[in-house]
Structures are given as C-alpha cells and as structure tokens.
C-alpha cells in the first residue's frame, strides 16, 4: 500500500515512524515532512491547498491512503474535496462537518448538548452580543473560561480568576487577538479537575479505543505560566480505574459515535477527547478532530496493533474484529522548545548531540536542515520518549537525554507527570 501522510510536526514523525513498521506498507511519502519523518519515508514539497496538485501527485504515485495529520487541513475541507475526485481512496480525518467539532468551539458545544455529553455551562457571543457576554460573565462564580470559536493553535483559551479582566481579555478577542477565530466566543464555567486525553479511532458507527495518555500544556513546570502546544505526554494514566474507563465510555464516547451516525457525518478516522475529572465523573473539555500532540508520541509507542491495518479496517467495515493491544511499559515525552516558546522565539540554532541519545526514541517536530546542518525551526523543537517499567525511569532517561542534546536557547519541563 502507497501512503501520503500530510504534516510537519512531532504527531506526524511518531506517525512516520509507527506506519513503517508494518508490512503492508510498499511507499510512504511525507508532504512536507521534517528532517525526522525521512528516516521512515520521502519527505515532498506539496501545496496541499493546491487540489490539481495534490490530486495529480496522488494519482501519479498510486497513492491508497491518505493520513491528515493536523487539523487545519480537515477543517478546510480537505476530505470532500479528495473524496470527490478519488471515491475508493482511503482518506484518515473526517468530512468538513465532521472537523466542526475541532473547528468551532459552539458547533461542539451545541453537538454535546444535544446528544447529552457532559461538559462545562456555556453561551456562545459575538461582538454584537458584548452588552449580553457581560450579563453572562456577570452572573458566573469561580474562574472563567474564554474559548475563541476558531482554531488558535492551541492558544484560543484563556483561564481568568477576576470579572473585570475577563470582561478586558473578551474585548481584546472581539478586538482581534486571535484573528477570524475569535468573531465568536465560548464563554464557559471552569472545572476543576484533573484532565487526561482520549483517543479513538472510528468508522462514523464503530470506535476502538487508543492507550489513553496525559499531556501538559503549560510552559512552566507545576503547571504555571502560558499554554503551549504541549510541553510533554505520559501513557497510561494511573488515576483512571475501571469505574472512570466504564463512565468515559458510555457518558462520553459512545453518545458521541452515536451523534456523529444520526447526524449522517462522514467521519473515518481519529477523534481525540480532551476530557477532565471532576470528582469521580468525565466531562469534555474539547473535541479534536485527529491524533494529538505531543499524545501521539506516548500513544503510538504503546499500541502494538498494525497501524496501517488498523486504519484499512475503517474502509473495509472490520474495525470490530481488531482486539487493541498496548505494551506494558510507561511512555513519558519530553519536549524540547526554543527559549521564548510560547511568545517569540528565534528560529535557525543549531542542534547537535542527538548522536549521543541511547534508550529513547527522538521525534522531530520543528527543525530543518540548513547547509549541512539540522537546526531549530519551531517553538517545540524535538520530542523525546522513552519506555519504561515505572513512569520515574522512563522521566529519568528522558532528561538524561535532553541534557545531551543541545541548542541555544533549549528549555523543557523536568516535571513531566509529576501530578500523578
């Protein structure tokens, strides 16, 4: 089978690295790609945006599957517009209405209301509706949530303690803070809990459930400081009993499979659930429309099963007959960032040592290579994970290696896990 994997981050290296493990893979290709997914296949220079292009490349290589790593993609349509033109090709990721549930924070939010998915009290505003968000904020008691409607790359969502500054931060977005994808904002109750990531892969009917992991968005170890795209995973997660697995799956999983057939959504692929623990009971904090990261660095590690027969067996309806099999050990990830990540940060340092790095696996996810050189070419730069018997010795050989591995500015979390 000839596959076309679409994405550039540390998601799509440990999805490189997972597909080329399996035997029914004959040619994978990479569009862009990064300096790590070449390892495992052939990195191409694709205007993915460009359909004559993409559909020329498809036909031209005989491609059978397409992957979609990241979300923009999905949200844009990509889905429709290759199934239009290729009916029989294997395309992971859902239709445009399907990446909704990614895509707008209200489309979500109305989709769980009504198929019952328990999740924060909410209203959705528009500038228009300013005067009505402050009789909202007004209203709420504790921390309040803001979720720009759009996609933010991951920096959509404020966590505000005072009325009057959530009052202030709503203006800036209504002003433009996030562009066109804080036209609309979620306005929501804060739940206090602890979160853990979900992952599924389904057919629109039926779902198999991923290792579940745990991922740390904030740039500052105990959790403090600015959100990031993900700071570093861990799988499993030990505070998840057969009580909260049971309640993860009937309360929030299969009432969502179930509204994504009623609805009639096209939906072949990934849905990643990024749920809290609010006393013993999950509720969804957001839907994702694909894998996560850095999740997918901790979750492919672990799962056992042929990913590409996996991801076939949603095209040709046996899903079902797939048992999913995770390997014993803990997987931690560690990331490597460039100084000044989440704000600015400079690009073009760089990177050396990764010859040195025994016992963990190095996912690439913003660098390149620059006249003979790798060098940083993102906020987070590399992704280490390593496998362990306990969650301390698979942290322990992370930071092992991260202090091996060197570039200016080189900043990471050493508390990955620590509130488990």
């Known amino acids: 089978m000839n596959i076309l994997l679409i994405g550039s981050g540390g998601r799509e290296s440990s999805f490189a690295w997972k597909l080329s493990q399996s035997p029914l893979l004959d040619e994978l290709f990479i569009s862009p790609g990064n300096p790590g997914t070449k390892q495992y296949g052939t990195n191409v220079s694709l205007d993915i945006d460009n359909i004559i292009e993409l559909s020329k490349f498809i036909k031209d290589r005989k491609i059978d599957m397409v992957i979609v790593g990241p979300e923009s993609p999905l949200v844009n349509g990509i889905y429709n517009k290759l199934k239009d033109l290729f009916p029989k090709l294997m395309i992971i990721g859902p239709s445009t209405q399907g990446a909704m549930l990614e895509g707008s924070k209200s489309f979500a939010k109305k989709f769980m209301k009504e198929f019952g998915v328990p999740t924060a009290k909410y209203e959705a505003f528009t500038k228009d509706d300013f005067d009505k968000a402050i009789e909202y904020i007004n209203s709420m008691t504790g921390p309040i949530v803001l979720k720009a409607d759009g996609l933010a790359a991951g920096k959509g969502v404020l966590i505000i303690q005072d009325k009057k500054e959530a009052i202030e931060e709503l203006k800036k977005i209504f002003e433009g803070k996030f562009g066109e994808a804080g036209d609309t904002v979620v306005v929501e109750e804060f739940l206090d809990g602890i979160e853990y990531s979900v992952f599924v892969i389904t057919d629109g009917k039926k779902f198999k459930m991923l290792p579940i992991a745990k991922d740390y968005k904030r740039v500052g170890e105990n959790n403090t400081g600015l959100n990031t795209g993900g700071m570093g995973a861990v799988s499993p997660v030990p505070f998840i009993d057969d009580d909260l697995m049971i309640k ?43 894998m996560g990261d850095p999740e997918a660095e901790v979750v492919f590690p672990r799962l056992k099963n042929d990913l590409v027969e996996l991801l076939q067996s949603v095209y040709d309806d046996t899903l079902n007959e797939h048992v999913i099999k995770h390997g014993p050990n803990v997987a931690v990830t560690v990331m490597l960032t ?83």
């Open 248 to 290: 993860t799956v009937v309360k929030i999983i299969q009432p969502t499979i179930s509204g994504i057939w009623q609805k009639d959504i096209d939906y072949k692929g990934f849905i990643f659930f990024g749920l809290i623990n609010v006393g013993g009971d999950p509720y969804v904090i957001e839907y994702n429309c694909r």
């Open 338 to 420: 460039s100084g000044g990540y989440p704000e600015k940060y400079e690009k073009g340092k760089e990177i050396t040592g990764l010859d040195k790095v025994k016992d963990s696996l190095i996912f690439h996810a913003g660098t390149k290579e620059s006249e003979g050189k790798l060098v940083t070419n993102g906020g987070r730069v590399l992704a280490i994970t390593s496998l362990a018997e306990t969650k301390e010795k698979a942290l322990e050989t992370c930071l092992k290696n991260a202090e091996l591995i060197n570039f200016e500015g080189k900043y990471y979390r050493k508390d990955i896990g620590f509130d488990l």
